[in-house]
């Protein structure tokens, strides 16, 4: 059986700014980046997200270090990740991960492809369509895994401001903390990667994460720091937050 690494997420939304302080971000290497989602056209004039509610994801970042545009869909199931896309592959320019999306009680399968140095400094200029910059390989990313999606005419929702620190160490866990901020909104995101060992099989390998998950969610709250239990993603209220303002 081929297990995907595990990535665990914890939201935060009440005074990020504290939070960052109490967990120590500091001591993590900070990079800062702007980023866009692209939806269809269409549809935000409508106040809807209409690629999002099919499980598609397409997000634009620049900023530090290498700029980058990723094709994710989330959810998805392993059955419609078909021929080249059915495994991981590391291809300059691109990197396709298959990993499972652990946040609270609610667990997926996600699958990206990012493409790494594409030209995006226009993505948001006015009448600028991001459908462009999308790659051919990301197009055949989308054609085979979820041909009922036509991408259409798109327009990009953004920015928002995020900064990231990297590896901030919480009792003996490599915690990741990225802040996003846009339109009032503000959000802390504390996430970990647990990746499958050789002897692992999927029990080994979901007692272990959920252990992780734990220690984590514990660490978190013996600073102080309150959880936030909001149903939804970060992703789905930055964009239906966006789409109902018209934002571009």
């Known amino acids: 059986m081929h297990l995907s690494p595990i990535e665990i997420k914890v939201n935060i939304e009440d005074d990020v700014a504290a939070a960052l302080q109490v967990l120590g971000a500091s001591s993590g290497a900070m990079t800062t980046r702007r980023i866009w989602f692209a939806e269809n056209q269409e549809g935000v004039a409508q106040g809807h997200v209409p690629l999002l509610d099919a499980g598609v994801i397409v ?3 620049i900023g530090d270090g290498a700029d980058d545009l990723t094709v994710k869909l989330r959810p998805c199931v392993r ?11 590391d291809a300059e320019p691109f990197t396709y991960k298959i990993e499972e999306d652990w946040s609270g009680k609610n667990r997926v399968l996600s699958a ?5 140095h594409p030209a995006l400094s226009g993505v948001a200029e006015p009448g600028a369509d991001p459908a462009t ?7 055949q ?3 085979a895994c979820v041909p009922a999606v036509r991408l ?9 401001h995020s900064t990231k620190f990297d590896d901030v160490q919480l009792d003996g866990l490599d915690v990741d903390l990225e802040a996003w901020s846009v339109a009032g909104l503000d959000f802390l995101e504390g996430s970990i990667r647990v990746k499958p060992k050789d002897e692992d099989d999927l029990e080994k ?4 994460a959920e252990h992780r998950q734990r220690k984590l969610e514990d660490a978190m709250r013996d600073r102080g720091v309150t ?3 909001h149903p939804e993603s970060k992703t789905r209220r930055v964009l239906t937050t966006l789409a109902g303002a018209g934002q571009s």
Request: net charge positive.
């Open 152 to 160: 259409g005419r798109l327009i990009a929702l953004g920015p928002i």
């Open 141 to 143: 990313f989308l054609h």
């Open 133 to 139: 910059m999308i790659h051919a390989v990301q197009d």
């Open 112 to 116: 990206s492809l990012v493409h790494d």
């Open 205 to 208: 390998l979901t007692a272990r």
């Open 59 to 61: 997000r634009f970042r």
């Open 227 to 229: 959880l936030s239990e």
């Open 79 to 89: 059955e419609q990740l078909v021929g080249r896309f059915s495994a991981p592959f």
